[in-house]
Nanobody, 119 residues
Framework: QVQLVESGGGLVQPGGSLRVSCAAS????????MSWVRQAPSKGLEWVSG????????FYQDSVKGRFTISRDNAKNVLYLEMNSLKYEDTALYYC????????????WGQGTQVIVSA
């Protein structure tokens, strides 16, 4: 059974930093590309970042490029998203997902971890 569990969310001030994590189990983690998707309050889903199975390639939404860093530890089956210079508009529920062969977030999602950027 595939399971993705996000953690590390919380309250942070504008300009601050936070790292969220996603613990994966039930599948061969190091064979799958992964992504982070977020949903801000009263808004739709927004793709944030992606990473190749071995971590060689990373991709970012323009709004977070230069501020966020996606990474993974395949030995621990954990996906990370380091968030720096946080803005109010980064407030959202952050989900990790697997990525299918066409590059889209696939059917495997976690339940999300909440990030709130507030002064």
């Amino acid at each position: 059974q595939v399971q993705l569990v996000e953690s590390g969310g919380g309250l942070v001030q504008p300009g601050g930093s936070l790292r969220v994590s996603c613990a994966a189990s039930g599948f061969t983690f190091n064979r799958w590309w992964m992504s982070w998707v977020r949903q801000a309050p009263s808004k739709g889903l927004e793709w944030v970042s992606g990473i190749s199975s071995g971590g060689e390639y990373t991709f970012y939404q323009d709004s977070v490029k230069g501020r966020f860093t996606i990474s993974r530890d395949n030995a621990k089956n954990v996906l990370y998203l380091e968030m720096n210079s946080l803005k109010y508009e980064d407030t959202a529920l952050y989900y990790c997902t697997t990525v299918d062969g066409a590059g889209w977030p696939s059917e495997n999602w976690g339940q999300g971890t909440q990030v709130i950027v507030s002064a």
